[in-house]
């Protein structure tokens, strides 16, 4: 039986920037069970890693910061969309670690561009090739108020609180439903990064109810749920995968290892 019944629908995926990334084990698993893939990149020297991830399907450049070219490059190969992926998010840590409050303006703006705001501006170049049960999904983070997140913890936390409105907007004229996936920690190339993020991620890892860290291939088939009509009943929401991780901060080994240290 197909369960998610994406077979012969047609998905637009952002994100994918290596075999490691959510939104390649997204697509993966979506093309698995039959669906068809469209992609875009940031910049042109992505596009040949896509293309030899996915030889088979459409790659463009479109960059979230500049272009406004979305919905043409769209109709070169659809006339229908069945989903869409948001897996995008940048933040500038080339000058290492600082506090929170001495955060650069431009860098904030930026990566609230990119990482949160972009995923409005997308779904509305493309409400008028949305199928009529369409669903939009976004990828935020399981506790956006993960200070080891720099400043892109608040910057999550301003697209997980973009999602309902986002979801309410597009009530008024359509049944696309607006959801988000918040994701425990992930070992993506993405994430190597954020600074120390390596020993938050082991500590997240002692953290999951399950002493086993989320796998990237969890996350995505929560996604891919959440893109099918089988979730048709879940809009505005953010789905928690996190192994428990966020159920588990007093977790008594854990303690009990400090206790001994101090």
């Not at 008024?172 to 959801?179: A, P």
């Given at each position: 039986m197909?369960?998610?019944?994406?077979?012969?629908?047609?998905?637009?995926?952002?994100?994918?920037?290596?075999?490691?990334?959510?939104?390649?084990?997204?697509?993966?698993?979506?093309?698995?069970?039959?669906?068809?893939?469209?992609?875009?990149?940031?910049?042109s020297e992505q596009l040949e890693t896509l293309k030899k991830l996915f030889p088979d399907s459409p790659?463009?450049?479109?960059d979230v910061e500049k272009d406004d070219n979305l919905l043409p490059q769209i109709k070169k190969h659809t006339t229908i969309l069945d989903g869409f992926l948001h897996s995008l998010a940048f933040a500038n840590f080339s000058e290492g670690p600082?506090?929170?409050?001495?955060?650069?303006?431009?860098?904030?703006?930026?990566?609230?561009?990119?990482?949160?705001?972009?995923?409005?501006?997308?779904?509305n170049s493309l409400k008028?090739?949305?199928?009529?049960?369409?669903?939009i999904v976004t990828i935020s983070i399981s506790n956006t108020k993960a200070t080891s997140y720099g400043y892109l913890g608040p910057i999550k936390a301003m697209l997980d609180a973009t999602v309902p409105f986002?979801?309410?907007?597009?009530?008024?004229?359509?049944?696309?439903?607006?959801?988000?996936?918040?994701?425990?920690?992930?070992?993506?190339?993405?994430?190597?990064?954020?600074?120390d993020y390596i020993d938050n991620y082991l500590y997240a890892e002692q953290l999951t109810l399950r002493k086993k860290a989320?796998?990237?291939?969890?996350?995505?088939?929560?996604?891919?749920?959440l893109l099918s009509h089988r979730s048709s009943g879940i809009n505005a929401s953010t789905l928690l995968v996190d192994a428990g991780m966020s159920s588990n901060y007093f977790d008594q080994s854990l303690v009990k290892s400090f206790a001994k240290t101090t």
């Open positions: 197909d369960f998610l019944g994406v077979s012969g629908k047609t998905f637009y995926i952002t994100g994918v920037a290596n075999k490691k990334s959510v939104a390649y084990f997204c697509a993966k698993t979506l093309m698995e069970n039959g669906a068809k893939c469209l992609f875009s990149v940031q910049k790659v463009f450049v479109f600082k506090p929170f409050h001495e955060t650069r303006r431009e860098d904030y703006l930026q990566a609230a561009q990119i990482s949160s705001f972009s995923l409005v501006e997308i779904s008028d090739v949305f199928a009529p049960d369409a669903s986002l979801a309410k907007s597009f009530s008024e004229f359509s049944k696309v439903r607006v959801n988000a996936v918040g994701a425990g920690p992930l070992k993506t190339s993405a994430s190597a990064g954020i600074p989320l796998e990237t291939q969890e996350v995505a088939n929560t996604v891919c749920f």
